[in-house]
């Protein structure tokens, strides 16, 4: 057992990696609301190790700020038994408020400690008021139009993806006849479809047109 928690030599590949995680922090506080703190801490130097927070209102700091006493805690029991999975934990803050945290070490190579990514919810606010912040503002977003296929196949994909595009192109009193199956390809070939390496057998199938149809739509698109 250390009795003291090694030092991470940090390298400028280290210090990309951490960052890789910047937007995600961004994009899982903007998920879960204004009442979620998530921190990146860097293990480069325990003194100033937020590079970077968002909604850091919750626990009053802000980049620079130092790791926690329970993140150095956690670091230690890393080095000991390798454990990196997240588990969750209740604390209070400063002003005594109920946080709700998770936090995971971040690993660069050969799993070498680099950071610290965590997630705070303050759950001190009125239950109605978070639920509030997690569901659509009607008044901002009267018609939710956005889609998203969750599918346990790439085929499914592709098929649910085409099903949308048939609607939508069929729905179009612009579209004649004659250039249906080419507009349906173009939404399809707009929205990446095409990546997936089923796409064009099934698209081919499904419209009733050769795969050399097919291919030769999406050429003139990438023209």
């Known amino acids: 057992m ?3 928690i090694i030092r991470t030599e940090f390298t400028p590949k280290d210090r990309e990696l951490l960052e890789g995680y910047f937007r995600l922090a961004e994009s899982m506080a903007d998920l879960i ?3 979620c703190e998530v921190v990146i801490h860097s293990l480069e130097s325990f003194e100033k190790s937020v590079v970077k927070i968002v909604n850091g209102h919750h626990t009053g700091r802000t980049e620079g700020s130092p790791i926690t006493d329970l993140g150095l805690k956690m670091l230690r029991l890393y080095e000991q038994t390798g454990e990196v999975t997240p588990k969750s934990y209740f604390s ?6 109920l946080l709700k945290s998770s936090t995971c070490i971040l690993s660069g190579d050969g799993g070498k400690p680099i950071g610290m990514f965590c997630v705070n919810m303050n759950l001190s606010f009125p239950f109605p008021e978070i639920m509030k912040t997690l569901m659509p503002d009607m008044t901002q977003h009267p018609s939710l139009t956005v ?10 994909v592709v098929e649910q993806a085409l099903q949308h595009a048939v ?3 069929d729905a179009d009193p612009t ?16 929205n990446g479809i095409f990546e997936l390496k089923e796409a064009t057998n099934i698209v081919a199938n499904q419209l009733s047109i050769t795969k050399h149809a097919v291919y030769k739509y999406i050429r003139e698109f990438k023209s």
């Open 175 to 190: 579209v004649n006849l004659k250039g249906r199956n080419k507009a349906i390809t173009k939404i399809l070939f707009d």
């Open 92 to 97: 209070h803050n400063k002003d005594g408020s």
């Open 33 to 35: 609301g204004p009442h």
């Open 147 to 156: 889609t998203e296929n969750f599918s346990a196949s790439a085929g499914d």
């Open 2 to 4: 250390p009795d003291k």
């Open 167 to 169: 609607s939508d192109v």
